[in-house]
Protein backbone atom coordinates (compact mmCIF):
# COMPACT_ATOMS: atom_id res chain seq x y z
CA UNK A 1 0.00 0.00 0.00
CA UNK A 2 1.69 3.22 -0.92
CA UNK A 3 0.81 4.90 2.21
CA UNK A 4 1.97 2.43 4.54
CA UNK A 5 -1.34 2.08 6.22
CA UNK A 6 -2.48 -1.40 6.65
CA UNK A 7 -5.85 -0.65 6.59
CA UNK A 8 -7.84 2.69 6.66
CA UNK A 9 -8.69 2.56 10.15
CA UNK A 10 -5.24 2.00 11.76
CA UNK A 11 -3.13 5.17 11.85
CA UNK A 12 0.30 4.99 10.28
CA UNK A 13 3.87 4.27 11.90
CA UNK A 14 6.68 7.51 11.47
CA UNK A 15 9.96 6.87 13.22
CA UNK A 16 12.44 10.24 13.11
CA UNK A 17 16.21 9.19 14.38
CA UNK A 18 19.22 11.36 14.40
CA UNK A 19 22.18 11.83 16.12
CA UNK A 20 20.80 15.05 18.31
CA UNK A 21 17.78 14.82 19.85
CA UNK A 22 16.67 18.48 19.99
CA UNK A 23 16.30 18.11 15.99
CA UNK A 24 14.34 14.89 16.27
CA UNK A 25 11.90 16.39 18.85
CA UNK A 26 11.45 19.45 16.60
CA UNK A 27 11.23 17.75 13.11
CA UNK A 28 8.91 15.26 14.93
CA UNK A 29 6.60 17.51 16.39
CA UNK A 30 6.44 19.21 13.06
CA UNK A 31 5.36 16.75 11.03
CA UNK A 32 2.79 15.72 13.74
CA UNK A 33 1.37 19.07 13.67
CA UNK A 34 1.04 18.45 9.69
CA UNK A 35 -0.25 15.16 10.06
CA UNK A 36 -3.51 16.25 11.53
CA UNK A 37 -4.83 13.40 13.85
CA UNK A 38 -1.32 12.21 14.89
CA UNK A 39 0.48 12.02 18.33
CA UNK A 40 4.29 12.10 19.29
CA UNK A 41 5.99 9.04 21.11
CA UNK A 42 9.41 10.39 22.32
CA UNK A 43 11.19 7.22 23.86
CA UNK A 44 13.17 8.94 25.41
CA UNK A 45 10.68 10.81 27.17
CA UNK A 46 9.22 7.71 27.92
CA UNK A 47 12.15 6.02 29.56
CA UNK A 48 12.14 9.03 31.65
CA UNK A 49 8.63 8.93 32.80
CA UNK A 50 9.62 5.40 34.26
CA UNK A 51 13.08 5.14 35.70
CA UNK A 52 14.45 6.39 38.61
CA UNK A 53 18.10 8.22 37.89
CA UNK A 54 19.21 10.02 35.67
CA UNK A 55 19.45 8.38 32.09
CA UNK A 56 23.02 7.35 31.18
CA UNK A 57 24.50 8.54 27.63
CA UNK A 58 26.09 5.96 25.85
CA UNK A 59 30.19 6.44 25.08
CA UNK A 60 31.44 3.68 23.15
CA UNK A 61 29.79 -0.18 22.83
CA UNK A 62 26.93 -0.57 25.59
CA UNK A 63 26.57 -2.93 27.56
CA UNK A 64 24.24 -6.09 27.51
CA UNK A 65 22.11 -4.00 30.34
CA UNK A 66 21.84 -1.01 28.30
CA UNK A 67 20.67 -3.07 25.46
CA UNK A 68 18.15 -4.83 27.31
CA UNK A 69 17.03 -1.15 28.77
CA UNK A 70 17.07 0.48 25.01
CA UNK A 71 14.85 -3.17 24.23
CA UNK A 72 12.35 -2.52 27.06
CA UNK A 73 12.49 1.25 26.01
CA UNK A 74 11.62 0.56 22.54
CA UNK A 75 8.71 -2.02 23.45
CA UNK A 76 7.53 0.49 25.64
CA UNK A 77 6.99 3.36 23.04
CA UNK A 78 5.96 0.91 20.31
CA UNK A 79 3.29 -0.26 22.14
CA UNK A 80 2.25 3.50 23.25
CA UNK A 81 2.54 3.86 19.53
CA UNK A 82 -0.29 1.17 18.48
CA UNK A 83 -2.60 1.94 21.32
CA UNK A 84 -2.94 5.23 19.41
CA UNK A 85 -2.81 3.57 15.85
CA UNK A 86 -5.67 1.42 16.03
CA UNK A 87 -7.61 4.03 16.87
CA UNK A 88 -6.79 5.94 13.79
CA UNK A 89 -3.82 8.12 14.76
CA UNK A 90 -0.47 8.56 13.29
CA UNK A 91 2.15 8.00 15.69
CA UNK A 92 5.80 9.63 15.41
CA UNK A 93 8.10 7.97 17.46
CA UNK A 94 11.21 9.88 18.09
CA UNK A 95 14.52 7.40 18.96
CA UNK A 96 18.09 6.96 19.07
CA UNK A 97 18.26 4.29 16.34
CA UNK A 98 21.57 4.86 14.49
CA UNK A 99 24.16 2.10 13.52
CA UNK A 100 23.42 -1.31 13.52
CA UNK A 101 20.52 -0.18 16.41
CA UNK A 102 18.24 1.11 13.18
CA UNK A 103 17.62 -2.14 12.22
CA UNK A 104 17.17 -3.96 15.42
CA UNK A 105 14.30 -1.20 16.13
CA UNK A 106 12.79 -2.23 12.67
CA UNK A 107 12.46 -5.60 13.72
CA UNK A 108 10.90 -4.69 16.81
CA UNK A 109 8.14 -2.91 14.25
CA UNK A 110 8.12 -5.87 11.83
CA UNK A 111 5.72 -6.76 10.19
CA UNK A 112 4.65 -3.34 9.91
CA UNK A 113 5.26 -0.89 7.57
CA UNK A 114 7.30 2.63 8.61
CA UNK A 115 8.07 5.72 7.07
CA UNK A 116 11.58 6.62 8.50
CA UNK A 117 12.88 9.69 8.31
CA UNK A 118 16.50 9.84 9.10
CA UNK A 119 18.37 13.56 9.71
CA UNK A 120 21.30 12.75 8.18
CA UNK A 121 24.04 15.32 9.66
CA UNK A 122 26.71 13.40 12.03
CA UNK A 123 24.95 9.82 11.59
CA UNK A 124 27.06 7.06 12.20
CA UNK A 125 28.25 5.55 8.81
CA UNK A 126 27.41 2.01 9.45
CA UNK A 127 23.36 3.57 9.78
CA UNK A 128 21.67 1.70 6.85
CA UNK A 129 20.32 3.90 3.74
CA UNK A 130 16.92 3.07 4.35
CA UNK A 131 13.98 5.69 4.51
CA UNK A 132 14.18 9.14 3.73
CA UNK A 133 17.21 11.23 4.75
CA UNK A 134 17.21 14.68 5.43
CA UNK A 135 19.82 17.67 6.45
CA UNK A 136 19.28 19.09 9.39
CA UNK A 137 16.88 20.45 9.60
CA UNK A 138 17.07 24.73 9.40
CA UNK A 139 13.61 26.01 9.35
CA UNK A 140 11.99 22.44 10.41
CA UNK A 141 8.56 23.24 9.26
CA UNK A 142 10.01 23.45 5.55
CA UNK A 143 11.70 20.44 6.20
CA UNK A 144 8.26 18.57 7.69
CA UNK A 145 6.48 19.58 4.34
CA UNK A 146 9.42 18.25 2.44
CA UNK A 147 9.18 14.94 4.14
CA UNK A 148 5.24 14.87 3.92
CA UNK A 149 5.45 15.27 0.30
CA UNK A 150 7.94 12.50 -0.16
CA UNK A 151 6.30 10.22 2.15
CA UNK A 152 7.11 7.08 0.01
CA UNK A 153 11.05 7.45 -0.40
CA UNK A 154 10.14 7.27 3.61
CA UNK A 155 8.35 3.82 3.76
CA UNK A 156 10.46 0.60 4.95
CA UNK A 157 8.54 -2.37 4.20
CA UNK A 158 9.87 -4.99 7.41
CA UNK A 159 8.24 -7.65 6.25
CA UNK A 160 6.51 -9.01 3.09
CA UNK A 161 2.97 -7.18 3.26
CA UNK A 162 0.18 -9.41 1.81
Not at 45 to 55: D, N, Q, S
Not at 71 to 90: I, K, M, P
Not at 104 to 114: G, M, S, W
Not at 148 to 157: F, G, Q, T, Y
Amino acid sequence: MSDGAPDSDRGRLFLVTGTDPDQRRALATALTRRLGRAVVVDGEALERLVRLGPLEPWTGAPSSAQLRDRLLRWSAALAVAETHQLEGYDAVLVEDALGDRLEDLLDLVAPEPVHLVVIGSGVDPTTPRWGLWVGAPGPVDDVAVDVLSRLPEALVVTADQP
